[in-house]
């Protein structure tokens, strides 16, 4: 079906997730920070990038500014955050993602969001002027 990047520090969550989506027929790769996920991203770009916001070494948000700044495609890679932040929907407006779940969230309610990210295939659209 997709290829799909989790980029998660919890590797218990990324493992539940990577297993919980590669039965729907996608092929999984995870990274377990925003470093180890650029890494990813230059061996092979997926159609898809779930990310985590609050991680050490690199967060999900400065990733996804760091795929912005980078070019060579990675900028067009929809992305769905997944986080417990209390301002999840503030952090999401400022990566530029229609695309986000505050964690606890069910499996069929991340499903759906990455089936609707896979069909609609929206770009991020960081806002200007604000860092991630």
Known sequence: ?????????????????GEALE??????????????????????????????VEMPVLGG???????????????SIPIVLLSGVVDLENVAARVG????????YSLNALFSLCERALAERTPPRPVVGKSC
């Not at 999984?28 to 779930?50: K, Y």
């Not at 948000?61 to 900028?75: K, S």
């Not at 993602?97 to 606890?104: D, E, I, S």
């Open 61 to 75: 948000p400065e990733m996804a500014y760091q795929m912005f700044i980078r070019d060579l495609g990675l900028e």
């Open 97 to 104: 993602t229609p695309y986000f779940l505050g964690k606890p």
């Open 23 to 52: 039965h729907r027929g996608h092929d999984i790769r995870i990274a377990r920070d925003g470093e180890e996920g650029l890494r990813e991203l230059s061996i092979r770009i997926p159609d898809l990038v779930l990310l985590d």
């Open 1 to 17: 079906m997709a290829d799909l990047l989790i980029v998660d520090d919890d590797m218990d969550v990324a493992d539940l997730l």
